[in-house]
C-alpha cells in the first residue's frame, strides 16, 4: 500500500516537473528572453548582468543582442583606471553616466547607445588634446538610491571627470518613496565608497538562499508569470482609482496639486542628488542632473492615451515633475538639463517617435537626440567639461 503511495505521487511529481519543463520551453520558444534578469556582482551585491555575454533579447517590440563588458553592463569594456595619455598622447576625461532602462537601454546595440555616441561626438568636437571616455552603468528600475549605490560601487572607481545622473522625471521620485531609514542608507553608502570591491561574507543560509533565487530567477516562466501578475496588478489599481490619490505614484507625481506624499518622495529626491553632487565632489569630479521626460510630454498622440488613466484629467500637469526637479536642482545649485526642450523641438522636423510604441524606452532615434543636446550643453558649459 505505501509502495503504491509513494509510485503515485512520484509519477505525480514527475509529471509537474515534466509538464513545468515544457512550459519553459514553450516560453523561451515563444520569444521570451530572460535576459533582462540580472545575477548578482558578489563584490558589492548590487544586480549586473553575467560579465562578459552576449545574448538575443526579445519582445514584441524588437529583437537585439545584448553584450556585456566585464562588469555586467550593457557597454563597453573600459580599464578601471583612468590612463593619464591615450594612446594617441592626449590627456584623457572620463564621464561616468548612471541610470535606469533609458541607460541601460536594451533596445538599442552598443555602439547605439547615447553614451557611445556622446563618446564619438565630443571627441570630434575636442580642440584641447582631450581624449574623452563615456562609461554608463545604466540598470533597468533603478531609482535615485540606486544610482547612489552603483555611482558608490563603480562609477567613482573609473575616476571621472564628470558623473551624470540620468533622472527620469515620473519613476525616480516613486521608487525611493517607501524605503525605510533612507538617510542611514544613504551615509552608509557615501561611507562605503571608497571600500567598494570587497566581496561579503556570506553565510552558508544566505549563500543557499541566493543561489535559490539565482536559479528561479533565470526561469522564463517565472519571470512570464510574474511579470503578467504586476501588470495585472498595476491595471486594476488603475481602473478601480476613483480618486488620484489612490494612483500609483508614478502617476500622482504628475497632479497639480502636490500630496503629502509626493511632497515626501521629492524630498527624498533632493537628499539623494544632494548626496550624489557630494559624493562626485569629493571625488574630484564635476555633477549634473539630465531628467528624462516621459514620451506623453513630448507627443500629442501619447498624451491623449495617457490622460485617460486619471479619474479627472483636468486635475493632471504632465510637466509637474520637471518643474520641481528643475526647483530643486536650482536651490542646491546642480547643473541641470532637461531633455523635454530638445525632444519636443525635434518632433516638429522628425515625426519619429523617440520611443517604441509598446515600451515608450528610446529608439536608435532617441539616443541620437539625446546625444546631440547633452553633446551641445556640454559643449556651452566648458565649466563641467573642458573641450
Known sequence: MIRTVFKVLALSLFGIVFSLGLLEIGVRLSG???SEMKTTDTKTGLRTYEPNSSRVYRTSCYENVIETNNLGFHAYDYPRQKPSMSANGERVKRIVVIGDSFTEAVQVTREELFTTLLQKTLNALSTDGFEYEVIPFGVNGNGSYANLQYLAAYGLSFEPDLVIDMFTE???????AYLSDLDAKISATVASSASMGTAPTLSAKQYLKGWTKKIVKKSALVIKVYSAYLGWKSKTNIEEATDVNALPLELQVQLAEMSPVVKDAWERQEKLLKAMRDL???????????????????????RTEYLKQFPDPSKVDIAMPGKVLQDITARNEIPYLALYEGFREKTKTDMRLSGHSCDLHWNQVGHSWANDIISSHLLAHPELLPL
Open 32 to 34: 521570451f528572453s530572460a
Open 170 to 176: 515620473d519613476n525616480d521620485p516613486a521608487n525611493d
Open 280 to 302: 562626485s565632489t569629493k571625488n574630484n569630479a564635476k555633477f549634473l542632473v539630465v531628467s528624462i521626460a516621459s514620451g506623453s510630454r513630448i507627443h500629442d498622440d501619447l
